[in-house]
C-alpha cells in the first residue's frame, strides 16, 4: 500500500509538471512570436537584427533547462531517498521507483552528471554532489 501511495503522488507530480512545461512552451513561442515580429521591423538594421537573433536563442536555451530541470530534479530526489534509505542507489532502484527502462536511467544519470549534480560512472555507482544534495531536499515531497 505504501508503494502504491508513491506512485500515486508521483504520478500526480509527473502530470503537473506536464501543465507547467506546456505553459513554458507557450511562453517561449508568444517570447519568439514577438521577437520575430520586432526582427522583421527592424531588418534593415544589421546589428539590431543580430542583437534579436542572440536574444530568441537564449530565450530557446532557456526553456530548454527548464523543461530538463522537472525531471532532473525528480530523478534527484529519488537517488537522494534511496541513499539516505539504503546507503546506497542502483539503476535498477531508479527504474523501479520510475516505472521506466534502465536505458532511460542510465541517459538521465549521464544528463545529471554533465550538469554536475552526481558523479555516476558506470559500474560504479552513484554518488551526490553537493549541488544535487541541495536540489534533492529543496523537493517537496507531494
Known amino acids: 500500500m505504501n508503494k502504491m501511495n508513491s506512485h500515486c503522488s508521483f504520478r500526480l507530480k509527473t502530470n503537473y509538471h506536464r501543465k507547467v ?14 521577437l520575430k515580429a520586432k526582427l522583421d521591423e527592424n531588418n534593415n538594421n544589421s546589428d539590431n537584427r543580430l542583437k534579436l537573433i542572440r536574444d530568441a536563442h537564449n530565450v530557446k536555451q532557456k526553456v530548454i533547462e527548464e523543461q530538463h530541470t522537472d525531471r532532473m530534479e525528480d530523478y534527484l530526489e529519488v537517488i537522494y531517498e534511496l541513499i539516505k ?5 542502483t539503476q535498477s532502484n531508479i527504474s523501479e521507483s520510475f516505472n521506466v527502462s534502465l536505458p532511460s536511467v542510465t ?8 550538469s554536475k549534480y552526481l558523479k555516476y560512472e558506470k559500474y560504479r555507482g552513484i554518488n551526490l554532489t ?3 544534495i541541495e536540489v534533492a531536499e529543496k523537493q517537496p515531497i507531494v
Open 85 to 89: 534509505k539504503k546507503g546506497y542507489a
Open 21 to 34: 512545461n506546456v505553459l513554458v512552451l507557450r511562453t517561449y513561442y508568444c517570447q519568439l512570436e514577438n
Open 107 to 114: 541517459k538521465m544519470l549521464q544528463r545529471l552528471d554533465e
Open 130 to 132: 553537493e549541488e544535487g
